[in-house]
């Protein structure tokens, strides 16, 4: 609206001018009408029209009677849409004429386009484009879309909101029919439309709305289906960070798969649930398969309840790659099994590792067994090629290898560690029948009650090579402890126990290394096979009078302990050598018997030979001996 009028031409300084400029600025600016009519008569688009003609309105298909009363109104014709130029006075309505009236108008086709997109609303737009994807920010919102729309792809920002970990780029399969919907790579809509899940390699288990660290959810069905479709079709499923909650047991497809969990230890299963295994690998007899960096735990620690957290049967071609499970009543049970371990820790568990009848072709490398309270590892039954590599075992309270009715087992390379906590187990026991079984590089250190325990008539035929075997405490404890066993073998270095070996009832063959024992051998037995000890410094307790030596290759200490042997006295001497540090004693010696003197003062002999028998017998010297 303008006051004055003037008409005066553009520059004018008239105040009226100035005046009426003033109303149309604010007509301009302020004004509720989309047109206002400026001081020199011309209609001129207001603020609030420019904002109207952002988003056009489609008043119908070009033909007479079509009414125009802003420049933001449009009409279709052959597949093109228009609007009023600017040189077109409003109001206007069409004639219908055709071709020369169209010509007064402006093709608009494209900013059509771009405001219905806006008008539908953030995300929607994109449903009426048949390339582009729609964007939904939950599962739920994924089953309501539309299987006709044009887009035939939809982005899903969440599980079940926006951000949560979950979701990714799915795509309308229009030609499925029949797949079911399993939770998170194939989504059936509400009108039965198949969004299948984009992606390859493995599947993401926060696809399924599997998450970390709610422990108030059992997410176990989440964590099946994420396993089935993974381990079955796509190689293996990803873990996310934080502990999981299952309260059923998870079962695996005979299938070639990885299982992976975040670096380093941050995927844990957790449950509280008794009497429930974790992880059932038992359908498993096939191909190759890894678990990686993956927890299993209960969720409140104290008891250990009945859990186990991984059990196998007859499982091939198993490898768990930094896996630890904490607090159970077992770590991993397996039997009939080929299975290996690489890096993996049992912790506070009663039992850290089962294995029954048989166990084969397995090996450990790098495991860690800590703090476990009745065993370490059972092995029972035929164990045929068994192996532990640079396994450690640290502050087992009872028994750390317990062998019961066990062959063929073998083991090597395992250390013990002693935590400072005082528990004093068996580091290795052997009970039932156990045969053919071997230990090599047995290595500990301050540790046990006993460091080696067969016993039994059913223990035989066992061999210990390459033990390193040494404590501190030198208190009611022994290096080698046999009773009632025959035909087993031990060679090695024994050291720093109250006894190196008490041998009771056995024939077992000995070939030690003894020092720094408060007694050297307790020996309450008979018809040794071998008694081969190198004893330096240590005495020798006797217990049975009716004792009878073998073979006793050297021997240095209490002389007055070998006066006790009844061999001696009634068959008059040793087979081999007796190292001594004084001529031997008025005793009877059989012809031949050799005593070495590990101490010659200068121009004493070095040792002496019995060459005629008699009481006490004729010795010489053999000073070149």
């Known amino acids: 609206m303008t006051t004055y009028n003037t008409g005066n ?151 079940a909101s926006q951000g949560d970990g979950g979701g990714g780029a799915y795509y309308l399969d229009s030609a499925d029919i029949v797949s079911a919907d399993n939770g998170g790579t194939i989504i059936v809509a509400d009108d039965g439309g198949r969004w299948k899940l984009a992606f390859s390699g493995r599947v993401q288990a926060t ?51 990885d299982l992976h969990g975040a670096s380093g230890t941050g995927t844990e299963f957790v449950t509280d649930v008794a009497s429930l295994t974790i992880l059932d690998f038992s359908a498993c007899n096939g191909p190759a398969k890894t678990v990686n960096n993956i927890g299993l735990s209960k969720i409140t620690g104290g008891t250990y309840g009945n859990i186990t957290a991984i059990k196998t049967f007859n499982t091939n071609g198993l490898l768990l790659n930094s896996v630890w499970a904490r607090g159970l009543a077992i770590g991993l049970q397996y039997h009939g099994s080929f299975i290996n371990m690489n890096q993996c820790v049992f912790e506070f568990c009663n039992i850290g590792v089962r294995c029954l009848t048989p166990c084969v072709e397995t090996a450990w490398i790098g495991t860690t067994f800590y703090k476990c309270e009745t065993s370490d590892v059972e092995l029972t039954g035929d164990n045929a090629t068994f192996a532990s590599s640079n396994s450690n075992h640290i502050g087992t309270r009872i028994v750390s290898w317990r062998l019961v009715d066990c062959i063929n087992a073998s083991i090597s390379q395992i250390s013990f560690i002693d935590d400072g906590t005082g528990f004093l187990p068996d580091l290795i026991n052997l009970s039932g029948n156990c045969s053919g079984n071997s230990f090599n590089n047995v290595t500990s250190s301050g540790y046990g009650k006993r460091a080696i325990a067969c016993i039994g008539s059913g223990v035989v035929r066992n061999r210990f090579t390459n033990l390193q075997l040494s404590n501190v405490a030198a208190t009611d404890n022994r290096g080698v402890f046999t009773s009632g066993t025959a035909g087993n073998y031990f060679e090695g270095n024994i050291s720093g126990y109250e006894a190196g070996v008490e041998a009771l009832n056995t024939s077992d063959e000995f070939n030690l290394r003894v020092t720094g024992c408060s007694v050297g051998q307790v020996i309450n037995t008979a018809d040794f096979s071998t008694w081969s000890i190198f004893n330096i410094g240590n005495t020798v307790d006797f217990d049975n009078t009716g004792t009878t030596i073998v073979n006793l290759k050297h021997f240095e200490g209490s002389r007055a302990g070998l006066a006790t042997i009844p061999f001696i006295l009634a068959n008059k001497g040793f087979s081999s050598i007796l190292e001594v540090t004084a001529f031997p004693a008025a005793l009877s010696w059989l012809i031949g018997d050799i005593a070495v003197n590990r101490s010659p003062a200068v121009g004493s002999p070095k040792g002496w030979v019995c060459t005629v028998s008699g009481t006490p017998g004729t010795w010489v010297s053999q000073g070149n001996l």
């Not at 400029?21 to 609030?48: C, H, I, K, M, W």
């Not at 660290?213 to 190689?235: E, P």
């Open 207 to 257: 696809v399924f709305g599997v998450f970390g660290g709610n422990l108030a959810t059992d997410y176990a069905s989440k964590v099946q289906s994420a396993v089935t479709v993974g381990c079955t079709s796509h190689g293996g499923v990803d873990f996310p960070a934080g502990p999981i909650r299952v309260d059923t047991t998870i079962t695996f497809p005979n299938t070639a798969f």
């Open 9 to 159: 031409p553009l520059g004018s300084v008239d105040p009226r001018d100035l005046y009426d400029n003033a109303e149309n600025l604010d007509d301009f600016s302020n004004g509720p009408l989309n047109f206002y009519t400026d001081r020199l008569g011309v209609s001129r688009e207001s603020l609030q029209g420019i904002r109207n003609a952002s988003q056009y309105q489609n008043i119908g298909a070009y033909g007479a009677g079509l009414v125009f009363t802003s420049y933001n109104q449009t009409f279709s014709y052959l597949g093109d849409f228009y609007a009023p130029s600017a040189g077109l006075t409003l109001p206007y309505t069409t004639t219908g004429a055709g071709a020369g009236e169209i010509a007064s108008f402006r093709s608009v086709g494209d900013a059509v386009l771009r405001s219905d997109l806006a008008a539908i609303g953030a995300g929607s737009g994109a449903a009426i484009i048949g390339r582009a994807s729609q964007v939904v920010g939950s599962q739920s919102a994924l089953k309501g879309l539309d299987k006709n729309a044009a887009s035939k792809h939809a982005f899903l920002t969440g599980y």
